[in-house]
């Protein structure tokens, strides 16, 4: 019987041992948490804000190195979420036009759902 039948869901958050301005590394461990959460039956998994850079990168969050880095983690996240059953929200600063913002991306099975 599926957790669908009973009307539930388990929501869940994670919070990843953070590394300042290194997203490679706090995209594999977010990865690693949204198995996790795959294995113990979450149904939406939710990171905490900039996540994937560290809250405390102060102007570094304006340098187009650590931006595409987020993307890149961004980038390994969408694909690891293939196959996995959590809808995963995840936490970095993106460029939109002229601005710089602070953004949940919401993430299912190798897809990108809304930001």
Known sequence: MSVYEHGFARISGAVPVVTIADPAVNAQRTIALMRQAAA???SVLVFPELGLCGYSVDDLVQQDALLDACLAGLADIVAASVGLRPLVVVG??????DGL????????DGDILGV
């Open 101 to 108: 913002y602070n953004c949940a991306v919401a993430v299912h």
């Open 92 to 97: 970095l600063p993106l460029i939109v036009g």
């Open 40 to 42: 113990d039956g979450s």
